[in-house]
């Protein structure tokens, strides 16, 4: 019960170490480097009125995303338990880089996730007890998945739409179709947006989900965004998300939270 509740985590110290030497290797923009209209001319008219509606225009650039939920409904599965977690993730934008860390407990006893995308390689590994592996999920199908859920979070680093390694293709005057593609993986989707020019929704069919024998099925995807505010930065981001697994006898919801801050560098 000691070691349950002393501050050292060994997922924790991994996941610390590992976005230090993130932060350290990833080149920081010129200092005075803003945003301009013509950065985001080539792109699709409603991501341009997404990011003018949002207030990014005139912001500084940024090398990487830090967001951070609190208090998140998370299930794991469908006949998984319900748990309350903490979920606190970072994208690099140099190249498709993605790092979360989920904090929370199993009946007393200290759960903690890692879920990576780095270098073309993904997975997603669960520990409870500070030291037994429940799962440690990887192969190409996590590789493509993570990819997908890194496009799905673009627009909040807004960076990344000027890299090389994404291109946006217009379907309609509110749909917008995005692929990425990084170390021999592709990945697609849709984003959608409201008659305010807000992200509302990203749908996918890039993303496995393992089943309960251990095998992956690819299911459509969605990630739902809503409730937009300005925040402290200017900024307006949604305060509600939703993770999305769109089942042919219906949608479920495994992740349902409020964002509690979305930053650019740490204080």
Known sequence: MIWFHIPYSPVKSDFSADITALKDSNPLPEEGSLFEREDFSHLPVVIQRDIENCGYIGTPQMSYMKMEYHNVDFMQGKNGPALKID???????AAPCRMALID?????????????????????????????????????????????????????????????????EEI??????ATITYAGQTASGVFTFNEHYEMISFVTNDRAVT?????????????VCSEYQISENGIKYPTQFRAIWNYPDGDFIYFDGKISSVSYIDM
Not at 104 to 113: Q, Y
Not at 211 to 223: F, K, L, T
């Open 172 to 177: 309609s005057d509110y749909e917008v179709k």
């Open 211 to 223: 089943n309960g024998d251990g095998s992956m099925e690819y299911i459509p995807w969605s990630a």
């Open 87 to 93: 979920y606190t993730q970072y994208n690099f934008v």
């Open 104 to 168: 929370s407990s199993m009946f007393g006893v200290p759960f903690e996730g890692y879920d990576y995308y780095q270098n073309g390689t993904g997975g997603m590994r669960g520990v409870i007890a500070k030291g037994i592996t429940l799962f440690d999920q990887t192969g190409a199908d996590m590789d493509k998945a993570c990819l997908a859920t890194y496009l799905a979070e673009s627009l909040f680093a807004l960076a990344i739409l000027l890299q090389d390694y994404i291109t946006f």
